[in-house]
C-alpha cells in the first residue's frame, strides 16, 4: 500500500513539473510577439531589448545591427592581408575593394532602414533590409580559394541578426 501511495504521489509531482516546464518553455519563447516568427528568439529577445512597441523593437534591433557592423570594420580592414602573395595586384586589390565596398553597402542599407523605420515605410524598410548582405566580400574571397574564417564568421553573424530583424519587421502589427 505505501509503494502504491508513493507511486501515485512521484506520479503527481511528476506531471506537475512537466506542466511548469512547458508552461515556462511556451512563456520564455513567445515573451515577445515581436519573436514569434523569429529563426532565434533567443538572439532576437536580445535584439529587441525589452522593447514594447514594434517600432521601438525595430530601432533596437536595427541599432545592434549596426553596432555588430560597425564592430566588424577591422575584418574588413583585414582583408588585404589574408590574400595570397601569388595573386597579382590587380586581383587584390579588386578582392579588397569589392569587401569594401559590401561593407559600405551594409551599413548605408541599415542607416537607411532607419530612416525608412522613422518615415514608417515599412515595405522599403523590408527590400533594404533583405538587401543587407556581405556575400560579395565573401563570394570574391572563395572564388580565389582564399581561407579567411573571421570574414566568414562575420557574414554569418550578420545573415542571423539580419535574418532575425527581417522577421521582427514582418512582425508589425
Known sequence: MAFMKSSISFSLALLATIFV???TSTAESHGSPFCDKSPDHGLCK???????TWP???KNS???IMEKAKAGKPIVNGVKSKLPKDLDDETKESIETTCKDAYESMISNIKECMVLLKKNRHSSLMSYLSSTSWSDCEDGL????VSAPEVAEFGKEMQKMSSVTLAVAHAKP
Open 142 to 145: 572563395e572564388e580565389f580559394r
Open 56 to 58: 521601438e523593437a525595430m
Open 46 to 52: 536580445k535584439l529587441i531589448d525589452g522593447a514594447e
Open 21 to 23: 516546464l512547458i508552461s
Open 62 to 64: 536595427l541599432t545592434a
